[in-house]
């Protein structure tokens, strides 16, 4: 992926996190994951040799895959920001059907 690539994946992530037609779980998911990157407190501490990157590839890979696979089939509103959703929440969700 070229840097034009990642620039649309970020901008479609953001949007994805502000979306209220996603579900709050995946959406905390993603903000989670970026955090976690960010943070420097892990589960598993990283001056331990082997097991603290371990557990940060293995926690980042599969959030990533998750992150991509949802962000490739997300479609966002075609105008802008989305628009609040009214009323009970029922209807498709946003993702693209398989």
């Not at 970020?10 to 949007?15: A, D, I, V, Y």
């Not at 209220?20 to 990283?46: H, I, T």
């Not at 082997?50 to 890979?61: C, E, H, K, Q």
């Amino acid at each position: 992926m070229n840097v034009a690539g990642l620039r649309v994946m970020g901008t479609r992530f953001f949007r994805y996190v502000r979306d209220p037609r996603v579900p709050r779980w995946r959406r905390l998911l993603g903000v989670f994951a970026v955090a976690y990157f960010l943070f420097p407190v892990d589960v598993v501490p990283d001056f331990l040799p082997l097991l603290g990157w371990l557990d940060d590839i293995g926690v980042l890979a599969g959030v990533a895959w998750f992150m991509k696979r949802e962000l490739e089939h997300y479609r966002p509103e075609p105008m802008g920001w989305p628009t609040p959703v009214e009323g009970p929440r029922t209807g498709s969700p946003p993702l693209e059907q398989r």
